[in-house]
Each structure stands twice: as C-alpha cells, then as structure tokens.
C-alpha cells in the first residue's frame, strides 16, 4: 500500500528538531506541503525547510502558548496555502526534575502551558478551519507518560494526561464534521535531548529493561506512524493513542510474571 499526502497541507510545530523534525520529513515526502514551526533556533528551521526543498516547505515562528501568536502564524499559513489539513502537536518541555513538594509553581505551570495549552490553541485554530471544509486531521504528540507515571515530572505526566483527554474529547465533537483527532505516544525515542541517558552505559541498561524490544526507538520509528496516521489508510480511526513504544506500557517487569 502506498501511502500518499499529495496536495495536502501541514503545520508540525516544534519541528525545527528530534520527533518534530522527523515528522516533517516525513510529511514531505509522502507529498505533503509542510511548515516548520519553531521558537529558538529559526536557523535549525530553516536547515530543516531547505532539506524539504524549495516551494514544498516554509517556517513560521511562534510561541505555541502565546494566543495571538498562534492565530497570527495560522493567518501566514492561509495567506501562504489557503488552509490546512493537517496539524500535529509536537512541540513540548519535560521541565526540570523535581518532586511535587519541591517544585516551584511557575516552573510548573510552564509545563503545563506549553505541552497542554500550547497544543489546544493550535488545534482550536486548526479546527476552525478544518470543520468548515469538512476534512481534516490533527495528531497530537503526547508520550507513554499519558499512562505511566514518572517520579520528579508531575507536570509533565499531568500535561500528557491531559492531552489524551483532550484528544478524546475533540475527535468526538471533530467526527460528524470529517476530522479526525488522534494522539501519537512515543516512548524511549533516541534524541540530542535524552543524550545524557543513551550515552551513558548503566543508565541506556536500566532503561531497556524497560523496553520489551529491547532497544530505544528513532525518530522515524514515530515519523512513520505520523504519516500514517495523517493519510486516508487511518481514515476510520479517531480519539485514539497510539503507543510508538516498543512495549514500555506493557509492564515489561511482569515478563517472567508476578
């Protein structure tokens, strides 16, 4: 089965690096017009846009917890494409590790606004549009953390939590209008950002013991999924995550039983 996004429009943000990143190649070359949002490192966006080619990819900065940001940089893509298709949420923090008494609010709620807000003002923009044509998806990248908790990052279990929720809850209003909502949940994925555990050899041991596999995945690994997920070989799938994790939620520690 060939996989095909022709003539579709994209929006990936935080995709100036790792899973974002990926994804957006990945769009691009089953097809897909895509843009590359980013906050920092408009250089890494462009590096990425450049590798896409040459009217097939555009950059647009905007902070995804920043309201009017987020309507101005959907104002670029209509003025640019007329509209979108697709939209995946990926840009996202873990914050700094810290148990829940010891935390400082701010830091906390920063979190929050990033991987929870920052994904609903997206997909309320995209919505607005894609419920009015009558088509559409968004995928919103949240983590294994949706299920499975993580001592030292409430915030971060909490915002992905929250996001399968809020996934479930729009791909139900979504359907009768032809969009669908679907969240990616990646586990141990291979990036710059977790160097420190993969390079280090008793950390990347303790971690796949906690991978049925038995290795990290790549970014590919969830890049693959993505496209899937946004071409009509999905189209009867909604409100659903989908696990890229290579088992980790399947409590590999019981693989010898109780």
């Known amino acids: 089965m060939k996989i095909s996004l022709d003539g579709k429009r994209a929006l990936v943000t935080g995709a100036n690096s790792g899973i974002g990143q990926a994804i957006a190649q990945g769009l691009a070359r089953a097809g897909a017009l895509v843009a590359i949002n980013y906050v920092t490192r408009p250089e890494a966006a462009e590096q990425v846009a450049r590798g896409i080619g040459a009217g097939k990819a555009l950059t647009v900065e905007a902070d995804v917890t920043d ?3 987020v309507q101005a940089m959907f104002g670029k893509l209509d003025q640019a494409w007329g509209g979108l298709d697709v939209l995946v949420n990926c840009a996202g923090i873990d914050g700094k590790r810290a148990f829940g008494w010891e ?3 701010e830091t906390w709620r920063r979190v929050i606004e ?9 997909a309320r923009q995209a919505l607005q549009r894609m419920v009015q044509q009558k088509s559409g998806v968004v995928l919103n990248v949240s983590s294994v953390h949706e299920v499975i908790p993580w001592s030292g ?3 971060y279990t909490a915002s992905k939590a929250g996001l399968a ?5 729009l791909a139900q209003e979504a359907a009768p209008h032809g969009v669908r909502v679907l969240a990616i949940a990646p586990g141990a994925i291979r990036t710059p950002i977790n160097e420190e555990v993969w390079s280090d050899h008793s950390m990347l041991n303790d971690l796949l013991a906690k991978i049925p596999e038995g290795r990290m995945g790549s970014v590919e690994d969830v890049a693959d999924v993505a496209v899937l997920l946004a071409s009509d070989a999905a189209r009867y799938m909604t409100g659903s995550s989908v696990y890229v994790d290579g088992g ?3 409590f590999p520690s019981f693989t010898h039983g109780g």
């Open 67 to 69: 309201e009017r940001q």
């Open 103 to 105: 935390v400082d609010c």
């Open 114 to 122: 990033v991987n929870l807000f920052g994904a609903f003002n997206c």
């Open 153 to 155: 990052y409430s915030a």
């Open 165 to 169: 929720m809020l996934t479930k809850t």
């Open 248 to 250: 980790m939620t399947l």
